[in-house]
């Protein structure tokens, strides 16, 4: 059995993909799947799903939020009464064994990022890319209102854009630099205020022999960075743009045979 929240939540077993059609029930499986291994209150819960404005009888519409959600993980292969605990104060899910795409994402940017620390580049840019595969679209797109769905889905974009950052720096520790111009060109456009997405489009423009196009970068972020906030461009990005403007040679790497 593997539960996936990096993208609409589902759960797998046996070669067979279920998805929950209740909002409800599938806010609570997301907020209990979250908090796995732990004890999420019914305060918890009712914030999840209503904000400050819950019902009457909100109580128990958890409660009968819980027995459907029991029902459906037994019918997608979870031990039966087992996955869901009740608790003096609220609920916990077990993992039981089952398999979840946020620990394999965890565990896959650990290892690449010790492997890219050993100069392992190939190997670490592996990683990343079987990270950046397990995203399937915007994570928890429609149900991500309260605060500990909210704090996920923002944590779970910033390690992917991280990710896409450390898989480009792999590609062009290893002289690749052509094959990433188009993506960071999209993200540059996507993501206009991320400046290290700047910094990496001009340094492989420069080591594509694109010179004038990478200092045409810079006066975009530049340009962009003080109509939005008022502010001149980070001074990790001026200096590669002065080394730019003089042809330090400390920005040259063999190209890639």
């Not at 819960?45 to 019902?55: F, K, N, S, Y």
């Not at 795409?101 to 492997?115: H, Y």
């Not at 062009?172 to 993200?187: D, F, K």
Request: charged residues 25%.
């Amino acid at each position: 059995m593997r539960y996936e929240l990096l993208g609409p939540l589902r759960v797998r077993h046996a070669e067979r993909s279920h998805s929950l059609s209740a909002p409800k029930v599938e806010t609570t499986l997301a907020t209990l799947l979250i908090g796995s291994g732990r004890v999420i209150t019914k305060e918890q819960l009712v914030t999840e799903l209503w904000g400050d404005r819950p019902p009457r009888r909100a109580s128990a519409a958890v409660h009968v939020y819980i027995s459907q959600l029991r029902k459906f993980l037994a019918l997608s292969g979870a031990p039966e009464g087992r996955s869901i605990v009740t608790r003096p104060l609220g609920y916990e899910l077990r993992l039981e064994g089952a398999d979840w795409d946020v620990e394999e994402f965890k565990g896959a940017m650990r290892l690449g990022r010790e492997l890219r620390a050993a100069g392992r580049h190939e190997e670490a840019l592996e990683c990343f890319e079987r990270v950046l595969g397990l995203f399937r679209g915007p994570v928890l797109d429609g149900i991500a209102e309260g605060p500990v769905l909210t704090s996920f889905a923002t944590w779970a974009e910033e390690e992917r854009l991280q990710c896409l950052e450390l898989s480009v720096e792999a590609r062009t520790a290893l002289g690749r630099h052509r094959e990433v111009i188009g993506l960071l060109s999209t993200l540059t456009a996507q993501y206009p205020l991320r400046e290290s997405f700047y910094r990496q489009l001009m340094l492989v423009l420069y080591r594509s022999e694109r010179q004038a196009e990478a200092l045409q970068v810079y006066r975009s972020a530049q340009r962009v960075l003080r109509a939005e906030l008022g502010l001149e461009p980070h001074r990790s990005l001026r200096r590669l743009h002065q080394a730019i403007l003089t042809s330090d040679r400390l920005l040259d790497l063999p190209t890639a045979s």
